[in-house]
């Protein structure tokens, strides 16, 4: 069973920063690889970005050049660095880990708010 907890997310206002964090239960983003998502308010949850197993990293078109994804795997840890936030920003954020056998695990999430 894996266990996923998201951290970080307050209100922070238009052009400002946050970092989010994801803690693993165990030793895992080395071997699956993880993903952020968000889901804004009155919207579907949207991809925002991955870091594979092997440490590449990919983005949504919305959030390229602003966020970056990262992990530290002595502390089964990943990171969403947000950078100049935009108020469609504002969403709960989401880390998840898909498994070879079907399974995907979610974090309970987090919210971002951009506001002035």
């Known amino acids: 069973q894996v266990q996923l907890v998201e951290s970080g997310g307050g209100l922070v206002q238009p052009g400002g920063s946050l970092r989010l964090s994801c803690a693993a239960s165990?030793?895992?983003?080395?071997?699956?690889?993880m993903g952020w998502y968000r889901q804004g308010p009155g919207k579907q949850r949207e991809w925002v970005g991955t870091?594979?197993?092997?440490?590449?990293?990919n983005y949504g078109d919305s959030v390229k050049g602003r966020f970056t994804i990262s992990r530290d795997n002595a502390k089964n840890t990943a990171y969403l660095q947000m950078n100049s936030l935009k108020y469609e920003d504002t969403a709960v954020y989401y880390c998840?880990?898909?498994?070879?056998?079907?399974?995907?695990?979610w974090g309970q999430g987090t919210q971002v708010t951009v506001s002035s």
């Open positions: 998840s880990v898909p498994i070879p056998d079907g399974r995907v695990y």
């Open positions: 165990g030793n895992i983003f080395n071997i699956y690889g």
């Open positions: 870091i594979t197993r092997g440490g590449r990293t």
